[in-house]
RNA sequence: GGGCGAUUAGCUCAGUUGGCUAGAGCGCCACGUUUACACCGUGGAUGUCGGGGGUUCGAGUCCCUCAUCGCCCACCA
């Protein structure tokens, strides 16, 4: 059989033939199987905002690695699929388009039809990013693939809110939220994003009602938000202005010490300032103080309302004036300060970013021209004292990038104090592991804050909350309305005056108690709410299902190390809270890709690289074996970027300048194409330029090599047949060969067990192409050609193969199969002494095992000096300029046992570097002008009395004299150091002392060789 | 402000418990189409391992410190 195979791996027709193969075959499904031990994934969900980002394809790859790692290891493997209904993004994005492109709000459509948008939206994206998974090569199992809202997991959702609420673990409050004014929905602090923004420092007089003589006619206050003294409702001082400014007084003396001399002036300027306070503030605000003792109140103006002047630590009298307005609704220091005082809390804002009757006149006005309008009344009134320019933190919504106000709502939270607790526990007992482990520090920290889980999201987009609210009813309404049912659970929320029901199984009917009305909760649930109970809801909880038992816990978890608190955490606590078991043994954090400038990767930075752009150029493989070759434990991933001209295919550079623009022109043919910003139809036009990075092509030449060495295989395995191998029938490179192989297997498998993706995908890479192709392969050309030796050549060729292409197959999948069911046609039995059927497909043949017996270290050092000759040889005919086809002659001065060795090695010094050996061995004598390369313990002399350049080999010898002189100087010195000979180990001083014996030989040789060369000369 | 990480060849990165004459790929230089592979082969050049101090017989590796960069968390009127 004799086949024409293509000089470069086609990689898209290879990915569309072994993907459909491996589905159709089944072998990506899995069912629970008591002869197997399970091996689980649940995948990350992506959002289905959008489709997938080359961050998306490193952890889906780095999953899929270990899954088919594992599915060969004889492991019942199991990935199960899905997306994330993503909430607020997935909103924000619909309503963001149906406003572009229809110039409608959510409010205009109304629920279901907005609802039934996003879905539409969802069945489109969804599809698009699992065929994305598909194209990756991702060994999901389909028929198990989730969605968080889709009926099963949206019962387990209802399941695990109803026994919360049970449990007194959800609960309802008034709590100060980040309110998103574009979208209308509250944000967790994890959607928020702060942002240095000028603005101003106003301060401003608050009148002082009916002072007494001598006291202050006002108080000064300094706000950068005028626009909330509408809703201020007191003035606060600190109860010991200059007890607090002692405080800071040592503190910052204390930090003065400790500084270095580049931050002392700024402290010693911070001190002069507070010196400077103490005269110009203190006595002032000791004044004020005791009048807020004595009760006396301030008027409010614009508002003419009464507010109180009150004494509370939050006043720091260092800050400002010293003196801080309290605004309860709209600040969350001022919220705590308003709880602990007592103080009413008047929100003067509407839902939609308005201010709301409450503000008085400026009632209607949005946030921006309400502050305008404040400030001007205030000038006007002569209370307005001094306005500062002044940079300003201000609060963004993630999402939609609006301001982010805070405001007092209704919400459901979830009482973390218990539930975090567990999941400390977790991982500080080592039941969940994360690695690397740095990251668990992170995760305790934030769980010990135990902050209540605001649970409530005022969307369309969701798991709509499982309450209705009934305010008519008594207690004994609703146990006859509800008798004998153990799915509806209600108690009464005194500070609202009404009953909170929960309905665990199927909404509640409006009139479910017979003559009242049921209303039910709007909002729906946080997304992280369902994605916290991912590992188990996937499984079929509630339900106690075989396959529960069988997959959960999961293996491990795979993710990025931005939502260990928000998902991860949450995970943890949510499988113990239903499930009573963690959901993962293992959590592995992987890095994060950079670009070029060491920024992460986005559109809205427009260098984000899309995988499909690099499965196209380079391949899935490719893609695949490069992400894994990148991934190391303590490194982001810095990817420089480029836009691939797509008229000459060359690359260019990204820049901050060239990553914006709408259009490019390539430096080198000057055509021009177009990115992603092209807006206008002229720029349109133009053929796009893909976002690359060449950071792939080691990836993609590796897997041509692989190819390439499959392609020689099957050009010379035409009359493979298989038999028992006797050990004796082996040659030298033969063992070597298997001997690298059984320690690469080892090394592989350690690394994936550890999740050292690079420290796997490098030793595959060494081995792949130094040792089996530029070796291995070169050596075996002969013998291939010679029917005697054949048999046994062709068959460790094509076991090695067999071997190299299962321990690659999780990082090359496509490539490594496609070899694989070409071998099979050949060589259907591969194997040494014991040959044996080859699997139907690589992805489920075994995973290589270590066989010990042919590790053998003594064939590995033989072999070791044969390179080291072979390649002594081959400088010198580099340095010399021998013509390739001219052979030469060589000979080896070296000891009796080192000339064994080498001797069977004869022909490959032929065929490697068209040199003929001479002689090995000590008796070896040298012509008179040679070229020579000293080994320690060996000689090579190429007899060149013909052609040397006498000079060069001259210059070559003197250069290689003076560094082996450096390095006998640096090893003597240390070893006529006292202290190292009698405190370092024993073997470390053996071993320096035998180098400097080596490199004392190795510069006699090249000495004498100098020497000799000098006479010609 | 708190925490974490990084800094090694022009670029991107390896470097286990200290034993290093510091490696790889790309790029660079020279030579080369020898039928698996030019997405290739052979050979070559390239580093005060961010700066300073310390521990040690010995430091890229451990400790302290400074500098620069990145990420996360918390934020003051």
Known sequence: MNRELPKQYDHATAQKRWYAFWEEKGFFHSEPDENKRPFTIVIPPPNVTGALHLGHALNNTLQDILVRHRRMQGFEALWVPGTDHAGIATQAVVERRLFEEENLTRHDIGRDELVERIWSWKAAYEQRILGQLKEMGCSCDWQRTRFTLDPV??????????????????????????????????????????????????????????????????VTIATTRPETMLGDTAVAVHPDPAGALDKVEKDLKERLAAASEKQKPEIQAQLDDLAERRKTHLPRLVQLRDMAADGRKLLLPLMNREIPLIADEWAKPEMGTGCVKITPAHDPNDYEVGLRQSLPMISILNLDGTLNEKAGLYAGKTIAEARDAVVADLEKEALLVEVEDREIELAHSDRSKAPIEPLLTDQWFVKMDDLAQTAMDAVSDGRVRITPNRYAKGYHDWLSEKRDWPISRQLWWGHQIPIWFCKT????????????????????????????????????????????????????????????????????????????????????????????????????????????????????????ILDGFG???????????????????????????????????????????????????KLIEQT???????????????????????????DKALPRGAVVSDRFELARNFCNKLWNASRFA?????????RPIADEELLVEDRWILSRLATVTDEVTEALDQFKYADAARALYGFAWDEFCSFFVEMVKGRLQDEATRDVAGQVLAYTLDTLLRLLHPMIPFLTEEVWQLLGELAPERGIDSPEPAAESVMIAPWPEVDSKWADAKIEAQFARFQEVLRGVREIRARQGVPPKKAIEFMVRCDAEEAALLEPMKPYFESMAAAHAVGFGPEVAPPALAANVALPGAEIFVDLADLIDVEAEIKKKQEELDKIEGFILGKKK????????????????????????????????????????????
């Open 153 to 218: 997991c949206a019962r387990a959702v209802r399941h695990t809110f109803f026994h919360m609420f049970k449990d007194k673990l959800v609960f309802r409050g008034k709590r100060l939220v980040n309110w998103d004014t574009m979208l209308q929905t509250a944000v967790s602090d994890d959607e928020v994003f702060h942002e240095t923004v000028p603005g101003h420092f106003w301060y401003f007089h608050y009148p002082v009602i009916d002072p007494k003589p001598g006291e202050p006619t006002e």
């Open 473 to 592: 009813a008594t207690e004994e309404d609703l146990k006859k309305a509800f008798a004998g049912r153990d799915d509806v659970f209600w108690y009464r929320d005194e500070a609202y005056g009404q009953w909170l029901i929960c309905a665990q199984e199927e909404d509640l009917a409006e009139d479910a108690v017979p003559g009242h009305q049921l209303t039910r909760e709007e909002d729906v649930l946080d997304t992280w709410f369902s994605s916290a109970i991912w590992p188990h809801s996937t499984l079929g909880w509630p339900e106690s299902t075989e396959e529960l038992k069988y997959y959960y816990p999961t293996s491990v978890l795979i993710t990025s190390r931005d939502i260990i608190t928000l998902w991860v955490a949450r995970m943890v606590l949510a499988g113990l809270f239903n499930v009573g078991e963690i959901p993962f043994h293992d959590v592995y954090i992987h890095p994060k």
């Open 599 to 649: 920024e992460g990767m986005s559109k809205s930075k427009g260098n984000g690289v899309d995988p499909l752009d690099v499965m196209e150029k380079f391949g899935a493989d490719s893609l695949r074996f490069g992400i894994a070759y990148l991934t190391t434990e303590t490194q982001d991933i810095r990817m420089p970027v480029e836009f691939e001209c797509p008229h000459c295919q």
């Open 656 to 682: 901050k300048k060239n990553r914006i623009l709408p259009r490019v022109k390539c430096p080198f043919c000057a055509g021009e194409f177009s990115t992603q910003w092209a807006e206008n139809p002229e």
């Open 714 to 722: 099957m050009m010379n395995l035409e009359e493979y047949s298989s």
């Open 974 to 1017: 240390k070893l006529e150091n006292e202290n190292f000979v009698s405190r370092a180990p024993a073997v470390v001083v053996e071993k320096e002392r035998e180098g400097l014996v080596e490199l004392e030989e190795k510069r006699d040789a090249t000495a004498l060789a100098l020497e000799q060369l000098k006479k010609q000369a």
